[in-house]
C-alpha cells in the first residue's frame, strides 16, 4: 500500500530545523569566506567556516528524520 504524502506534513520541526541549519550554515561559511573579520589581530575567518560545516552536517539529521517521518 502507498502512502499519501500531502505536501509538507511530516514532523514540521524537523522540517524547520532542517531549514534553519542549512540557512545559519551557509551564511556562517559565506562569511567566514568572504568578511575580513579580525579581533585583536585575530582572524575568525576559519572558525566560522567549520562552524558553518557543522551546521549543515547537523541539518542533515533534521533532513533525514524529515524524509523517514510518517504523515
Do not use: N, R
Not at 12 to 27: N, P, R, S, Y
Not at 30 to 54: H, I, K, P, T
Amino acid at each position: 500500500m502507498a502512502v499519501k504524502s500531502d505536501g509538507l506534513t511530516h514532523c514540521k520541526f524537523a522540517l524547520v530545523f532542517a531549514v534553519a541549519m542549512d540557512l545559519l550554515g551557509v551564511i556562517s561559511m559565506l562569511l567566514g569566506v568572504f568578511a575580513s573579520l579580525e579581533f585583536e589581530g585575530q582572524d575568525f575567518g576559519d572558525l566560522l567556516v567549520y562552524s558553518g560545516a557543522l551546521l549543515v552536517l547537523f541539518s542533515m539529521g533534521g533532513w533525514v528524520i524529515w524524509s523517514q517521518s510518517s504523515p
